[in-house]
């Protein structure tokens, strides 16, 4: 399952999601409401489909949604930071598991070259 991914993302601000690959069964998204609001997404393993809420502590709210397929936990009130569509913001939209899969490579290949490189100059 293919997932977008944020750690406590002040709600007001915006920020552009990481796209991973959950090894978990459950993608998901939180939204904390209180008075220092905050988003989190990702990945669970929590048995639980659907969405719910609850009170937390410091009156606050948490409101929660859990799915299972693919890109199912966009946070679309996150306003992305950026409107072209570079390689990271080409591969959160739906449907585009390959472009996903071509951008880990290409990464994971500038970064295998990057250390090559480190190697020979200090070799």
């Known amino acids: 399952m293919v997932a977008e991914e944020s750690w406590m993302t002040p709600a007001g601000s915006c920020c552009e999601l990481d796209v991973i690959e959950c090894n978990r069964s459950y993608c998901f998204f939180a939204e904390v409401q209180g008075s220092s609001p905050f988003w989190i997404s990702g990945c669970t393993d929590d048995e639980f489909n659907g969405c719910d809420q609850h009170d937390i502590p410091y009156n606050s709210i948490l409101l ?37 899969k071509s951008v880990v490579k290409s990464n994971q290949i500038k970064s295998f070259n990057s250390m090559i490189l480190l190697i020979l100059i200090l070799g």
């Open 64 to 100: 929660r949604c859990q799915c299972q397929t693919d890109f199912c936990n966009p946070i679309d009130r996150i306003p992305r930071c950026s409107k072209e569509l570079s390689n990271n913001t080409a591969t959160k939209l739906p449907g585009r598991i390959h472009d996903i």
